[in-house]
């Protein structure tokens, strides 16, 4: 079986224009082998395709974008179908070679030695490659074991939200590694049994191990030379055992290796996560559920949560994963806590999330009309709040939600283009508010007869922030105390 990180990428690859710089660059490689390979000289190969001996050079050190037409006719000269050239795998292993060392070359933790650049001539033995590039190698694990900032974190945040709206938050390949293993345990229809849980782990052949001591750094421990997996016995929230240890199993499923950097581990994380939603609330089950309730106009994350007996949070993310890909709907999740502070968002609806400049919006405000917000105000926090919100790039219809399995109240929204409210229950609510933001003037400044009466008059104590701002811990495994966790692992051991 291909493992999941090469799919994922083949699938990425198809989407990427040519235009990547990576893939130039091995486009180029591919170009030259195959061009020596029928023993055509630059000019050679110019004649036949109709260009410059130049422009063809350009092509092979990755300097250009080749068009379409140039492709088929470079193809046609070469007497190779087109997806050979476009092949990223390194036609040879020097070829492989000088491609990394070019990629290496640019990468920041690499430049910032501040070497010449290094010009890799026919003359550069093949093992003198080999051994640049395996001081590279120790350089960025090294530097991976580092800090990752803050501005590192909220761009790796960016970057895989980018990667998510793409997408519509559908993972075809984690869906299907998801209905396989529950097929391979006989699960049928409905919500998941706990014993078809525990199934799924003696599958993939884990047992599991309830403990006390924990520690405090993790949610759950994979002894991988026992196969065992740890768990505390309780917990709150969403992370409840059973999701703690679906998260587990879909790392091992999905073949996730030691996270390299800080982007790669919320990658895993936001993978893994995704596989426990998936089996918890399997696909093959909620669509039919879902197109149901549409058709009768009656959609409703409660309903979904209740039916497939998970929290309201999962609820509604999974929800955002079915939405776009089965019912045709685009839509917004937002969680945010009582001060209005972001934890998580997803959008493919246009709606305009608070961001920085990087383009993150974890540990941003939400604009105090937002139904987020608003559902802290409403008589009674923990029932779902339904209301049409007008803001610059138009009208959506949310439904807010205090989570109350949560330890700290956070507010979970699912929001839709205001012509898509018909589907849902609770479009009747004359609940409405209108949002100006980003617009200074809408919430973020005080008004004027307040700021002229109380400016020099105040000095608020701010409360110590939440983690989403706070610098991230080094490790492997952000936040992750390895001292502990291998002490665990040697008290726990059989002998
Ligand atoms: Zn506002």
């Known amino acids: 079986m291909a493992t999941f990180a090469g799919e994922a990428s083949a699938d990425l690859t198809s989407e990427l224009s040519l235009a990547s710089e990576l893939d130039l660059i091995a486009f180029g490689q591919r170009l030259r082998h195959l061009r020596k390979k029928r023993g055509f000289t630059l000019s050679e190969l110019g004649e036949r395709v109709g260009r410059a001996p130049s422009q063809l050079s350009l092509l092979e050190n990755g300097k250009r974008e080749p068009k379409l037409s140039l492709l088929k006719t470079l193809a046609g000269a070469l007497g190779v179908p087109v997806e050979e050239l476009l092949r990223r795998q390194a036609p040879s292993r020097r ?56 501005e590192e974190a909220r761009a790796a945040n960016a970057g895989l939200r980018r990667k998510m709206r793409e997408r519509g938050n559908y993972f075809a390949s984690i869906e299907r590694v998801a209905a396989d293993a529950l097929a391979a345990v006989g699960y049928r229809s409905g919500a998941l049994s706990q014993s078809t849980v525990l199934a799924l782990a003696a599958h993939l052949g884990f047992s599991l191990e309830t403990v006390q001591d924990l520690p405090r750094s993790v949610r759950s421990i994979t002894d991988l030379r026992n196969r065992r997996i740890y768990l505390k016995r309780e917990q709150l929230g969403m992370h409840t055992p059973r999701t703690i240890l679906l998260q587990t199993l879909g790392h091992i499923i999905l073949d996730h290796a030691k996270p390299r950097d800080f982007a790669d581990f919320l990658r895993q994380r936001v993978e ?123 009208t959506y219809f949310c439904v807010a939600h205090v989570d109350p399995s949560r330890e700290r109240d956070f507010a979970i929204t699912l929001g839709v283009p205001f012509k898509e409210s018909r589907w849902f229950r609770g479009r009747e609510t004359t609940n409405r508010t209108k949002s100006r933001c980003p617009s200074e003037e809408c919430c973020r400044r005080p008004p004027a007869d307040l700021a002229k009466r109380w400016e020099g008059y105040a000095w608020p104590s701010a409360r110590a922030n939440s983690h989403v701002l706070a610098a991230l811990p080094p490790g492997t495994f952000p936040g992750v105390d390895e001292a502990d966790v291998y002490g665990f692992l040697e008290r726990h051991s059989p002998a």
């Open 95 to 150: 070829a492989q070679l000088e491609m990394e060392l070019e990629e290496a070359q640019r990468d920041p933790v690499y430049a910032a030695l501040g070497l010449p650049h290094l010009k890799v001539s026919v003359r550069v033995p093949s093992d003198v490659l080999e051994h640049v590039l395996a001081l590279y190698r120790e350089l960025r694990s090294r530097e991976s074991r580092g800090t990752a900032t803050p």
């Open 272 to 394: 893994a996560n995704y596989f426990a939603a998936a089996i918890l609330v399997p696909e093959a089950a909620a669509v039919p559920y879902l197109l149901e309730a549409k058709a009768e106009r009656a959609l409703s994350v409660e309903d979904l949560r209740d039916v497939f007996a998970v929290s309201y949070e999962m609820a509604a993310h999974r929800f955002t994963n079915l939405a776009t890909h089965h019912l045709g709907l685009t839509c917004h999740f937002v969680r945010n806590d009582a001060g209005g502070i972001i934890y998580k968002a997803y959008e493919n609806d246009g709606v305009v999330f608070p961001a920085d400049e990087q383009g993150a919006i974890e540990g941003q405000r939400l604009c105090q009309y937002w139904s987020g917000r608003q559902v802290f105000r409403s008589p009674d926090r923990f029932s779902v709040h339904h209301q049409y919100s007008d803001s610059p790039t138009g």
